[in-house]
C-alpha cells in the first residue's frame, strides 16, 4: 500500500504538470481509495481533492472509486450499510466490474474488521462471482487474507512476495483499524 501509494501520487503529480486534469483525477481518487484502507484520518483529504478534481468532469469509474475510497476510510465503523447498497448499484448499472471488485474487497475490509463472519463470507462470495472469469482473480485472494480465511482451492496468483508475507501483510491491515478504532472511540 505504501508504494502504491507512492505511485499514485507521483502520477497525480505528473498528469498535473501535463495539465490532464482526467488523469490526475484517476489517480488521486486511487490514491484516495489506497490512503483509506491505511490512514482514515488522512483519507479523508484525498477524498476532498479526488471530488474537486472530479468536479466538472465526466469520469463516471472515477467518481465511484472515490465514492468507494469514503466506504473504506469508514471500515469497521456502525455506518448504514445504505451508502454500500447504493454505490453496489450504481456501479452494476454502469457495468463497471473494476469498481465492483473494489467495492466488494472493501467490504470485506468493513466485515473482516467489525469480525462479522455471515457478512464477511457473504462479501467473499460476491467477489468470487466477479473473478470467476480470472479477471482482478488476485482480489480474491485478498479478501481471503483479509478475513483470516483459507483460500478454497490453492491460488493461481504469484505473490513476489510470497503468500505468507502477502496473507500476514493485508491480514495486518484488518489488525490495524481495529486498533486504530479501539483508540478514537
Known amino acids: 500500500m505504501t508504494q502504491a501509494a507512492t505511485h499514485f501520487t507521483a502520477a497525480r503529480t505528473e498528469a498535473e504538470e501535463h495539465g490532464n486534469l482526467g488523469e490526475q483525477a484517476i489517480a488521486q481518487a486511487n490514491l484516495a481509495v ?22 466538472g468532469l465526466d469520469q463516471r469509474a472515477t467518481s465511484l472509486t472515490a465514492q468507494t475510497a469514503a466506504i473504506a476510510r469508514d471500515a469497521g465503523t456502525p455506518t448504514s450499510p445504505e451508502p454500500a447498497r447504493a454505490l453496489r448499484t450504481a456501479i452494476h448499472e454502469a457495468g463497471i ?7 466488494e474487497l472493501t467490504l470485506v475490509f468493513h466485515h473482516a474488521v467489525q469480525d462479522e463472519q455471515d457478512n464477511t463470507q457473504a462479501a467473499i462470495a460476491r467477489l468470487h462471482a466477479l473473478t470467476e472469469t480470472g479477471d482482478h482473480s488476485y482480489y480474491r485472494d485478498i479478501a481471503h487474507c483479509m478475513a483470516g480465511i483459507p483460500l478454497p482451492e490453492p491460488s493461481t496468483t ?28
Not at 484502507?37 to 481533492?49: G, K, M, Q, Y
Not at 504469484?158 to 472511540?185: A, I, K
Open 158 to 185: 504469484v505473490w513476489l512476495d510470497g503468500p505468507e508475507e502477502v496473507r500476514t501483510r493485508w491480514h495486518q491491515l484488518v489488525q490495524d483499524r481495529r486498533t486504530h478504532l479501539d483508540t478514537t472511540e
Open 97 to 103: 466490474t473494476a469498481a465492483q471488485t473494489v467495492l
Open 34 to 55: 489506497v490512503t483509506a484502507f491505511t490512514d482514515p484520518a488522512r483519507a479523508d483529504d484525498e477524498i476532498t481533492l479526488a471530488r474537486q478534481l472530479l468536479a
